[in-house]
């Protein structure tokens, strides 16, 4: 029933580059006890869970083997995607793609899908840790809307709304001299997207062949229509007696 074409348009990939590039100029300012800014960190941003994210910190840590001298950083990922009735478009509608003499090209309505995705906050501190999500959580109201060419070369463009869900503070207040403490926060998203389908193809009516019946005088005309220019090309009339069936 599902075999067709090899059909595949990135839509998971493309929400994580729209995704990313909202928090791709996220910054943290620490400043010296005069309250003067003395350095300016733009915050990374990687696309990768907790574990990861922290065997990542782990390895990339270059002095004295401490994870705060990556700090901060923003790591996210896609958790699970669930279809979403709500948004559901009338699945028969048809996008058209392009046609000629014989043929048409559509695509029917896309899948609506939520795409749930974790973004955490790594900090060394918990100033630098609040810069962050003040400067995160600040747009989301609680929807933010990004534009994403979801399809680029059919055109396709579509305003999508990221909703934060709820956020979350990891803070281990216990620990020694001899470890470092890493503070997190987890922010949870839900992006409204679609899931398209393939593109069919499909012949075009060129023409129509119609019989139309008249009960009065026993007439059944067969006309034939350009599809086209709606003109009459052919039409054949035949008359039959009162005691006569009717032809299927």
Not at 114 to 134: S, T, Y
């Amino acid at each position: 029933m599902l075999s067709q074409d090899h059909f595949y348009w990135e839509m998971t990939k493309k929400y994580v580059v729209a995704f990313s590039h909202i928090f791709s100029d996220i910054h943290v300012v620490r400043t010296d006890s005069g309250g003067l800014d003395v350095k300016d960190i733009t915050v990374p941003v990687t696309y990768a869970g907790k574990r990861k994210m922290y065997q990542v910190l782990q390895r990339n840590s270059t002095i004295n083997g401490k994870v705060s001298t990556v700090l901060p950083r923003i790591s996210f990922l896609i958790t699970g995607l669930t279809p979403d009735p709500q948004r559901k478009c009338n699945p028969t509608n048809q996008i058209s793609i392009s046609s000629d003499a014989t043929t048409e090209e559509f695509m029917y309505n896309p899948v609506p899908y939520n795409f749930n995705i974790d973004l955490v906050v790594w900090a060394k501190n918990m100033d630098d840790l609040l810069q962050v999500i003040e400067q995160s959580a600040t747009f989301f109201n609680p929807h933010y809307t990004l534009t994403v060419n979801e399809i680029e070369e059919l055109n396709i463009q579509r305003n999508i709304t990221v909703t934060l869900n709820s956020t979350d503070l990891e803070i281990d207040g216990e620990y020694d001299e001899e470890s470092e403490r890493t503070l997190m926060a987890t922010m949870n998203f839900t992006l409204k997207g679609f899931l398209y389908k393939p593109i069919t193809e499909s012949a075009i009516i060129a023409l129509i062949n119609a019989k139309l019946v008249d009960e009065d005088d026993n007439a059944i005309s067969n006309i034939e229509l350009d599809w086209d220019y709606l003109t009459d090309i052919t039409t054949e009339t035949r008359t039959y007696g009162k005691e006569a069936e009717w032809p299927d």
